[in-house]
């Protein structure tokens, strides 16, 4: 079992900053990926970006460029650090951990982009 727990969400004006965490604990496996997913209301979850343990990643195009995921290994937390966010950014942010072919949530975090 993988246990995730993000924190960091909020309000925040369009081209301010905000960084999301999520820490995992559990089974985490020596092999795994992380990342994001976002689900604005009336729309589907969508991938937002992912990082595998070796440290690459891969980005939705709509936040390239803005985005930016990393994680600390020791620390057995991923970051989301959004720069320069949009009011279309605005969603529930869902971290997420992928090892041993299943995939767990967290609770998912709010963040709001006013314009």
């Known amino acids: 079992q993988v246990q995730l727990v993000e924190s960091g969400g909020g309000l925040v004006q369009a081209g301010g900053s905000l960084r999301l965490s999520c820490a995992a604990s559990?089974?985490?496996?020596?092999?795994?990926?992380m990342g994001w997913y976002r689900q604005a209301p009336g729309k589907q979850r969508e991938l937002v970006t992912t990082?595998?343990?070796?440290?690459?990643?891969n980005y939705a195009d709509s936040v390239k460029g803005r985005f930016t995921i990393s994680r600390d290994n020791a620390k057995n937390t991923v970051y989301l650090q959004m720069n320069n966010p949009k009011p279309e950014d605005t969603a529930v942010y869902y971290c997420?951990?992928?090892?041993?072919?299943?995939?767990?949530w967290g609770q998912g975090t709010q963040v709001t982009v006013s314009s």
């Open positions: 559990g089974s985490l496996g020596s092999i795994n990926t």
């Open positions: 990082i595998t343990s070796s440290g690459s990643t």
């Open positions: 997420y951990h992928h090892v041993y072919g299943r995939t767990y």
